[in-house]
């Protein structure tokens, strides 16, 4: 009946309606299919069950629901009578096979019944009712062969009966996946990096299995890689499920988890993660508990501005203000109060907004990405120490003049608008100190979304503006208030030196990337900026002439620019990195082609992917990785280690951290020897992280 | 230390598996490769610069290949697209000993007799190519703009089925690749899940 000949289709096999049909090829049958039911005779409104039983020759095998890379499910298309209803197919847990060239499929060998449930209606007329269904399916060996048959099922009607092939369905329902358990059973989380899913599994009975898979459903025309345990450790498992199409917004993916004793073991139970659970096990979990947290810090963070030298004077002066313009009238006070509050808001919402729009207008910069560019590392020295300068009372930023005279002008205005516009303006006013707060707050949003960047910043606001809250809502409470005084001032001249704590930090950072010299020249230039900000402030000052005003502006900018000109554009600019010493002890330095070289050879490959300006790197590596019982660990395991220095951004380098989808470094990679998948580390190493997964992979790999 | 030596062919040959599953992305640069054809030509990619180049993995005794065939349905698209100027490569990368591996002679008797319309059917029995594109299954179709670049690769249609009725009620994800490429739009549909039989690679590949 089928014929390779090349040029015929393979008919559709066009049969009389039996309950059961056989596929030949080659005068060989490869498939037997039987339609089945589960009780003698049919109850009306009763479910009872159908199964299509299909068993194929030795070595020929059917599909899942998903076949994988090859292959195509079995579809049963049912043609019964109305009022009757049927039920989804429910898959036993197939089977996995690799085929050369990578190709992996699920299905099913020898023997597979593809249950479902019918509903007949309450109420029959006739004795005898036929269903009857269409089976398609594509049977392969090496090759593939698509097989149909129309089936039929005849059965009686009776008010009650006895179940039919008992042993077989008992058997085939058992194969059928459980749902995922509740949560005191077990949980699992996703998350994403680059184009992986992560899917972790926690749960008792992980600890009884052998073997763990997760067999995916991908829906629509998303493509999945080949998922694999990417660690696992007692009650936990994590798989890593690759995603081949262009789906960036996928976050999770139903499937099956699958506990064997043995690969492909016939003693196999799965749990099923459908939609909804994915749905369910992703929204609580980390996400709103950290915007929750990051909400808490910047309200924090807003209370603690009103610390700030250049806020707490404004406390005690508005507060006053408001008494003495109200009178003891306290609602007037506290009418007042929200005014000043919502002046305050106005401020922080304006910047949100202003960020949003920048976000929006394609600037995505990370402050990460940022940091590889040494004239970005420059500018952030010159902020800081213009910032410090400020703080020593060298010179002192204000605002341009005609703000100035308005704020006077409204400070000066009675009742609520007044009190508006003071909020809006001592928030501005506050800047020099709030700066390298809000500095901080801007890097963390510039990655989030515009509706988190907002919340971001009306917590910080709300924090602010909670003391003028408190206390225009109970002025008693200023007694609690520390006095101004010439304390505030040594406050002001410390938070100055912490600042230039900072700048030694990124002079560091500049003599990692351009070198001694280059830090040299760096440091040139911002001495000639400290002059330049001391004549500021002792020349350009409203007492002195408009012509000593002029010429110091005028020797100021020259200076400002021919330095620039000579320091940086020429002699910063030419400098080169000192020869990094990367090799320092057993590390190596990393190239694209060492990395393969070695996992040719066999070797596990470390590699710590750094940058001189990250801190968070050089902590790992000081307390963890160059810890001596790590050390020992990974020669004791013939780890190779690699370490790949970011610091300028090299593009190879960033090329790598893309593709495991992190915006900067660090990142800690371990490539197992054996045809395992890389193991990614968190951000934050510890001790027991590297050490338990450094023994793992050696059991895994002998 | 001798039990440590075998590992090291196995994880050349793991590290190989690994190099074939690698995908190359839609929009990122397709791979160059040269293999002959059934005329003994050595047929590069490079050699087609500027010029809009589908790929299409066959197998003449793959049923999903037959349904396009048969249907007339593949010869139709091959026909109307390199009237238009593009390049039509057809690539046998089954290995020797397997399914619808073809010797030159072979390949040229299916062409004849199925009336194919490609510009060349490539013969890749070291299934280079496939890996190179990380090609799984018969048909799987990739389509590169004149940059060089992939603009579409996955199915060839939108009903997975080997039923040739299918194709009249289905959307041709190629055409509309070219479609639009050809209009100067973006591809809408770059990547879908190809689907068919497999690729039949070498055993120890």
């Given amino acids: 009946m089928f014929s390779l000949r090349p040029l015929s289709v393979a008919a559709s096999a066009i049969l009389l309606a039996h309950s059961a049909f056989g596929q030949t090829y080659q005068g060989k049958e490869l498939v037997k299919a039987t339609l089945l039911a589960d009780t003698y005779a049919i109850v009306p409104g009763k479910p009872c069950n159908a199964g299509l039983l299909l068993r194929m020759a030795p070595g020929w095998h059917t599909y899942w629901k998903f076949s994988g890379d090859a292959g195509l499910p079995t579809e049963i298309k049912w043609n019964l009578p109305p009022g009757w209803k049927v039920g989804e197919i429910q898959w036993p847990i197939p089977l996995k096979t690799n085929d050369p060239g990578d190709i992996q499929t699920y299905g099913y060998q020898d023997e597979v019944m593809l249950i479902q449930e019918i509903t007949p209606p309450a109420k029959i007329d006739s004795s005898l009712v036929k269903l009857s269904a269409q089976a398609d399916w594509l049977v392969c060996e090496r090759i593939c062969i698509p097989g149909s048959a129309n089936l039929e099922l005849e059965l009686s009607t009776a008010t009650s009966s006895e179940p039919k092939n008992t042993d077989l369905f008992a058997r085939y329902r058992r194969l059928v996946p459980q749902d995922f358990p509740a949560a005191q059973t077990a949980s699992s989380t996703w998350s994403r990096t680059g184009n992986d899913l992560h899917l972790k599994v926690t749960g008792e009975q992980i600890a009884n299995y052998q073997t763990l898979d997760f067999f995916p459903l991908p829906q629509g025309n998303t493509v999945v890689g080949h998922p694999s345990v990417e660690s696992r450790q007692g009650n936990e498992v994590t798989f890593k499920i690759p995603i081949e199409s262009l789906d960036k917004n996928l976050s999770s993916m139903p499937g099956l988890i699958v506990f064997s004793k043995f690969p492909n073991g016939n003693e196999r139970t799965a749990w099923r993660l459908g939609a909804s659970q994915v749905a369910a096990a992703t929204q609580p979990s980390r996400t709103s508990r950290g915007l929750l947290g990051f909400l808490f810090f910047g309200f924090i963070g807003g209370f603690i501005l009103n610390l700030m030298p250049c806020v707490l004077p404004v406390i005690s002066l508005k507060i006053f203000g408001f008494i003495k313009h109200a009178g003891k009238d306290r609602r007037g006070v506290f009418r007042n109060g929200v005014a000043f509050i919502a002046g305050i808001f106005v401020w922080f919402v304006g910047l949100a907004l202003l960020l949003i729009g920048l976000k929006a207008a394609g600037h995505q910069i990370t402050w990460a990405a940022q940091f590889t560019n040494p004239y970005f590392v420059l500018a952030l020295s010159v902020i800081v120490l213009v910032f410090a300068l400020d703080l020593f009372g060298v010179f002192e930023i204000a605002l341009p003049q005609a703000l100035m005279h308005k704020m006077l002008h409204s400070a000066t205005r009675e009742g609520e608008v007044g009190s508006f516009f003071q909020g809006v303006f001592a928030t501005a006013l506050a800047t020099p100190c709030t700066a390298p707060f809000l500095g901080t707050a801007i890097g963390f949003s510039f990655t989030q979304s515009p509706l988190i960047i907002l919340l971001m910043f009306v917590a910080v606001a709300a924090g602010m503006s909670a ?234 790999s002998r | 230390m001798k039990t440590k030596l075998i590992f090291i062919p196995l994880t050349t040959l793991a590290a190989c598996a690994l190099y074939a599953s690698d995908v190359p992305p839609v929009g990122s640069a397709a791979p160059d490769f040269s293999v002959p054809d059934t005329n003994g030509k050595t047929e590069s990619l490079s050699e087609y610069k500027g010029k809009y180049v589908v790929l299409e993995w066959f197998n003449p005794e793959c049923p999903f290949v037959k349904k396009h065939y048969g249907s007339d349905n593949m010869q139709k698209l091959q026909a109307e697209y390199t009237d238009k100027g593009v390049i039509w490569l057809t690539i046998d990368s089954n290995a020797p000993g397997t399914e619808g591996n073809l010797s030159a002679d072979q390949a040229k008797r299916v062409m004849n007799s199925w009336k194919t319309r490609q510009t060349a059917l490539l013969l890749d029995p070291q299934s280079k190519v496939a890996k190179l594109y990380g090609a799984k299954n018969t048909p799987n179709m990739v389509v590169i703009n004149p940059d060089g670049k992939i603009v579409y690769e996955g199915a060839i249609d939108s009903k997975a089925t080997p039923n040739p009725a299918d194709i009249s009620s289905s959307t041709n994800y190629v055409k509309n690749a070219l479609d639009e490429s050809l209009a100067g739009k973006p591809v809408s549909n770059a990547q879908t899940k190809p689907y068919g039989c497999s690729v039949k690679y070498n055993k120890s590949s």
């Fill in chain 1, 467 to 700: 003391p003028y809250f408190l206390l225009s809502a109970q002025p008693a409470w200023m007694r609690f208030l520390p006095q101004p005084g010439p304390w505030m001032v040594n406050v002001k001249q410390f938070m100055g030196f912490l600042l230039l704590a900072t700048l030694v930090f990124l002079i560091y950072v500049l003599g990692a990337q351009r070198g001694l010299e280059g830090a040299i020249w760096a440091s040139c230039f911002l001495l000639i900026v400290s002059v330049a900000c001391w004549m500021k402030g002792a020349f350009i000052v409203p007492a002195s002439s408009a012509a000593k005003r002029m010429t110091s502006t005028v020797i100021m900018l020259a200076l400002l620019l021919g330095s620039g000109v000579y320091l940086i554009g020429d002699k910063f600019r030419a400098a080169i990195p000192d020869l990094v010493q990367i090799q320092q002890g057993d590390w190596q330095p990393f190239t694209p082609e060492r990395l393969q070289s070695e996992r040719d050879q066999g070797h596990a490959v470390f590699v710590d992917f750094t940058a001189a300006w990250c801190l968070t790197c050089k902590f790992n590596e000081k307390a963890v990785l160059e810890n001596s019982e790590v050390r020992e660990a990974f020669q004791r395991h013939g780890v190779v280690k690699l370490k790949a220095d970011w610091t300028n951004g090299d593009p190879t380098i960033t090329n790598l951290l893309q593709q495991f989808g992190r915006p900067g470094v660090p990142l800690y990679v371990l490539y197992p020897g054996k045809s395992q998948e890389p193991v990614v580390f968190p951000e934050l190493l510890t001790k027991n992280i590297i050490l338990d997964k450094l023994e793992t992979i050696t059991v895994a």
